[in-house]
């Protein structure tokens, strides 16, 4: 058997060779930490910086005549040729350098020939559009002749910014619209080329940012016949960016969809019309009519000559003419009767998307809700309130927040990502209607109160719901509160209209407010919440220390209003709460308890090493600053209002820590090892330097200040003496101990001693600056990056490897 084995011919078995592991591409990077970081960042700077200085300069020829116009841009426009040649001649060995030198060139030529023309009017119109022209033709040859995205928006945005940085305030608009009307050509005409979706959007944004920046400031009606058009314009004009950039970005399922520009220009456009034909009855109605038939048309021809890979631009186009068909109608009444019928019919058509699975009814669902919002807001100052609730605008705004909660809750069921938004959206409006309410039928000096209170009761309202439901976002509420209570806080002592917390309706709202949070908080968090970190704990001790804030903002003005000011007792009493704080959270019953026991690093760890750290400090500021006065008792050192201020603290301290070992807890990392005797014994040195500084302030009338102590022997001499007396102790504590460290501290202390007897003790006894900085550091900053660039990034020692 063995022998017919052998013989048996063998057949050869083909062996697939090994596969080389293939490298895993590493994620592409955000585009502009790439420019920023990536190339040569600081020739790119540079750039930015020799621009501004030449606009600079630009605008101060047209003031001072010290040299002559035709000298200065005649330089500027040299300056930017050379840049433009010289980037031109390293194209090929200094790509990205290169490149930078020509946008920056275009751009100073921008610069140079709109300043002679509309600033200096050295040049006429006949010479200096031709001229803008050729420099956009130019621009636009090099970008695409480079296949350079870089190159085209530098040029772009230099010619965009030239008109803005060189401007002095007057001029002809129909020129600036007529000179970007150019730039945009050149933006059209790249973007039948190349696909260079950063250069459409400097153009968009641009373009309509300084074109609404000049409706804010100039616009008057008078002006209308002359910038419609251009707005009409601009729109198509970018309409066609918008289908020229899907002509050449495709994926496998379709054509690309720059969705800024192909809602952004209509959305931006819109507006500005508004603004246009606010003095024109029904102008906004004909005007919504005109754009809403434009996409329909425009839609229908795509339909009729393009294949299905346009269809996602077909559809976007068609539900952009169906809302501006939607508006048509509301905007030619009065928007007061159908503001909320948009929400609730958008609320109906986003429920019946979501059901159906279909993205297009969900959207303009959204979209139409969103509409109505403005709608609601513009109506607002026009309604009757005779009765609290009973009224339009409180309504309105409630149906807005229902329409929007109702779709939550269907974009939740769908599992959308939309369905967070909505949530936010109708919280928004809820907020919104009880706070404007609250603000029309109660005293002014109540307002900030209940609007704390509607956001306490809104955080209790939801949090129920977290659990039994599995609802996310109906944690949101009581997760908000704690930044509200803060911001609240924060408005009572920016403004101290109330005087202190619980005036105006706070004895109510601030107690509601925290008993809410924990109830809530007790509401929403789980068994695996209980001792984990992150906003969990801070939460619990944000709490914490709110109430800390509270509680001696509320001692320290009652300790007033009994006449205390002028006894010193004050300063001293703000450790009062801090210190009754640490030693409650210490105290064992209390640790046994929720929230303590369930979130013991919050409370014991994060929220009393906050207030440990204040106690310290503050040991150092009233010693700097308080005399020890302790009316009407006299001055006793150890038994005044300061030092028994100090007392408080040592005990809070040292209960404080005796809780941490109790609760097996750690301590902050910088009371650890030698650490908590450094930081003590800077306390303690501070507190017995003030008990003599106060001792010779009542004894000898010495003033409590800096100033007077550095002129008084007396204070001098007493502190010579003082901690030359203290280091003796030190040194010879460590001798007795053998402790080289202690006995270091205290030679420190002797040679700062010796020190002080040499310097203090015996001294006793008896316009155009900014424009060469600008060039300067540009110049300079381009020589670097020429010179001496960034170099590339190291290799890695080894690349990820995909089996």
């Not at 306390?683 to 550095?710: C, I, M, Q, T």
């Not at 007897?757 to 006793?764: C, E, F, K, Q, S």
Request: glycine share 8%; aromatic share 14%.
């Amino acid at each position: 058997m063995t022998g017919v084995e052998e013989e048996a011919p063998q057949q050869s078995i083909p062996v697939e060779p090994p596969q080389p592991p293939k490298a895993v591409e590493p994620p592409q990077p955000n585009p502009l930490v790439a420019w920023i970081t990536g190339g040569n960042a600081i020739a790119r700077v540079g750039i930015v910086v020799l621009f501004i200085g030449i606009a600079f300069l630009i605008r101060h020829a047209v003031v001072n005549d010290a040299v002559p116009r035709e000298v200065q841009l005649g330089g500027v426009g040299i300056a930017g040729l050379i840049l433009l040649i010289f980037g031109w001649r390293l194209r090929d060995t200094r790509t990205g350098y290169a490149l930078t030198l020509q946008g920056a060139g275009i751009g100073i030529l921008y610069l140079a020939v709109y300043g002679a023309f509309r600033l200096h009017e050295m040049i006429p119109a006949a010479i200096a559009f031709p001229l803008l022209v050729a420099i956009a033709i130019l621009a636009t040859w090099l970008a695409i002749r480079q296949d350079a995205a870089v190159l085209a928006g530098f040029g772009a945005a230099g010619g965009f910014l030239a008109p803005v940085l060189s401007s002095t305030g007057q001029g002809d608009h129909v020129l600036l619209f007529g000179y970007y009307a150019i730039l945009n050509l050149a933006v059209l005409a790249t973007a039948w080329f190349r696909s260079w979706r950063s250069l459409n959007l400097i153009g968009f944004v641009f373009t309509f940012v300084i074109g609404l920046a000049w409706g804010y400031r100039y616009y008057q009606p008078e002006n209308f016949a002359t910038v419609e058009p251009f707005l009409v314009f601009f729109f198509l004009l970018y309409v066609a960016v918008a289908i020229f950039f899907a002509r050449l970005a495709s994926t496998p399922a379709g054509r690309m969809v720059d969705a800024t520009i192909v809602f952004g220009a209509p959305l931006v456009g819109f507006a500005m019309q508004s603004t246009l034909v606010n003095d024109t009855e029904y102008g906004m109605a004909w005007s919504s009519f005109a754009v809403s038939v434009f996409y329909f048309v425009l839609a229908g021809v795509m339909h009729k000559r393009t294949g299905p890979e346009w269809r996602l631009l077909e559809r976007a186009f068609i539900a952009l003419g169906i809302v501006f068909a939607t508006i048509t109608i509301p905007l030619a009444v009065d928007p007061r009767w159908t503001s909320a019928a948009w929400a609730i019919e958008g609320a109906a058509v986003a429920w019946y998307g979501a059901r159906q699975k279909r993205p297009l009814a969900v959207l303009l669902g959204v979209a139409l809700q969103i509409l109505s919002g403005p709608m609601i807001l513009l109506e607002h100052g026009s309604i009757d309130r005779t009765y609290p609730f009973l009224n339009h605008a409180f309504l309105g705004a409630i149906l807005m927040a229902a329409a929007g909660l109702v779709t939550h809750l269907a974009l939740r069921r769908a599992g959308s990502w939309a369905a967070q938004w909505m949530f936010i959206w109708a919280l928004v409006w809820w907020l919104l209607a009880t706070f404007d309410e609250a603000h029309q039928f109660l005293p002014q000096h109540l307002e900030l109160m209940a609007d704390l209170s509607i956001m306490a009761a809104t955080a209790l309202l939801f949090a129920p719901f977290h659990r039994r439901y599995a609802w996310t976002e109906a944690s949101w509420p009581s997760l908000f509160l704690l930044p509200a209570m803060i911001i609240v806080l924060i408005l009572q002592l920016v403004h101290l209209r109330a005087g202190h917390p619980f005036a105006g309706g706070g004895w109510i709202a601030w107690p509601f407010a925290v008993l809410a949070h924990l109830m809530a908080r007790h509401h929403i968090e789980t068994a695996e919440d209980r001792g984990r970190g992150g906003w969990i704990s801070f939460s619990h001790a944000g709490l914490m220390l709110l109430l800390v804030v509270l509680g001696s903002w509320e001692l320290h003005w009652q300790l007033i209003d009994i006449g205390l000011r002028p006894t010193g007792w004050l300063s001293p009493a703000l450790v009062v709460v801090p210190s009754m704080a640490m030693v409650l959270v210490s105290w064992p019953v209390l640790q046994r308890r929720w929230p303590i026991a369930a979130h013991p690093w919050a409370y014991q760890r994060a929220g009393v090493a906050a207030l440990a750290v204040a106690l310290w400090i503050w040991v150092f500021v009233v010693n700097a600053l308080h005399n020890g006065k302790s009316a009407p008792l006299p001055y006793i050192p150890g038994f005044n209002s300061v030092d028994l201020g100090h007392l408080f603290v040592v005990v809070a301290f040292m209960t404080w820590l005796r809780g941490l070992k109790s609760a097996g807890l750690e301590r902050p990392p910088y009371l650890t090892g030698n650490r908590l005797a450094v930081f003590a014994g800077l306390a303690g040195f501070a507190w017995a330097n003030g008990v003599l500084l106060r001792s010779l302030h009542h004894w000898f009338d010495v003033p409590y200040r800096w100033s007077a102590w550095e002129k008084s022997f007396l204070v001098q001499a007493s502190l010579s003496i003082f901690w030359s007396a203290l280091a003796l102790a030190f040194m010879v504590y460590a001798v007795r101990r053998a402790s080289r460290a202690v006995w270091m501290v205290g030679a420190a202390l002797m040679g700062v001693v010796v020190l002080k007897l040499v310097t203090v003790d015996l001294a006793n006894l008896g316009g155009l600056e900014r424009i060469a900085s600008f060039i300067g550091v540009g110049v300079l900053m381009l020589a670097v990056g020429y010179f001496a660039p960034v170099p590339p990034r190291a290799p890695a020692a080894a690349s990820r490897i995909e089996p």
